[in-house]
């Protein structure tokens, strides 16, 4: 398949899925992430995507490269922008206790594994580990944007998120299906200062965390419009002042930057 066809699946293949979340509730009960990863995995399969020695497959990595490269910076302010920091100071001491719970099991199975590990002859253990350390305990944007922080190799980056996603993928469509219903059963405990209202919990009920339902709308669409093009300034910002401070664009620094600014826009 020509480099130019992907470039546009790339593009396109976000709009369609969030059709077909608006559109199917069957889509809207897997999630936007899977079928993502199910068309991913449906491309590589069928041999659509040039790798290896195949025609235009260098072309498609150093493609796949810049694309990774702009839209991880450009996608964390965005992400950031819908936090409600106040929101954290209603129950700080339990969001505290929690924070720490979940780095100490993070920082002990990161550990472990890496003392099991290695001798085993994998490259770039120590970033994999860090890798696996932000994906933890930032999701799988932190994970891309520590890769990138880190120089490490793509295809290490590609291999890691695959057998992450291989081995957690069991869990997250048990907890995708309705597990998280059963854990609210056996852990039943109710947070007064961050109670849902009856209307917000039916709407999560029916649609899940994830709603573009307003993405279209009038008054929604330039805003979201405006938060892309704030995105893209500060990463504008991160990027002029690496120059400035090392006379070269070093991912570390832009990222540091841009999730700074995110942060105090939000």
Known sequence: MPV?????????TP????????????????????????IGIVLALFGLIPVGEAV??????????????????????????NCDFKLWTKSLP?????????????IVAVVSAF?????AG??????????????YTGGTMNFYALGAALNVNPTTIALT??????????????LVAGGYKFFRKLLPYEDKSTTLENTELSEIETNGIENYGGMTNQKVFPRMMLGLLVSIVFLGVGAGLSILMLGKLNELVIILTITTLAIGAS
Do not use: H
């Open 115 to 119: 003392f099991i590990f290695r001798n």
């Open 4 to 12: 130019g066809v992907i470039c546009l699946i790339y593009v396109l």
């Open 122 to 135: 994998i490259n770039e253990l120590d970033k994999i580990a860090a890798m696996m350390t932000s994906i």
């Open 56 to 81: 235009e497959a260098e072309s498609m990595k150093s493609i796949q490269s810049w694309i990774q490269n702009l839209t991880v910076p450009i996608a964390i302010p965005l992400m950031l922008f």
């Open 15 to 38: 709009l369609f899925i969030i059709f077909l979340f608006k559109r199917y509730k069957i889509a809207r009960q897997v999630g936007t992430v899977i079928i993502a990863y199910a």
């Open 94 to 106: 339990k969001t505290i206790a929690a924070l720490i719970g979940g780095i100490i099991s993070i």
């Open 161 to 174: 998120y695959t057998f992450e996603m291989l081995v957690t993928f069991p869990l997250i469509m048990f």
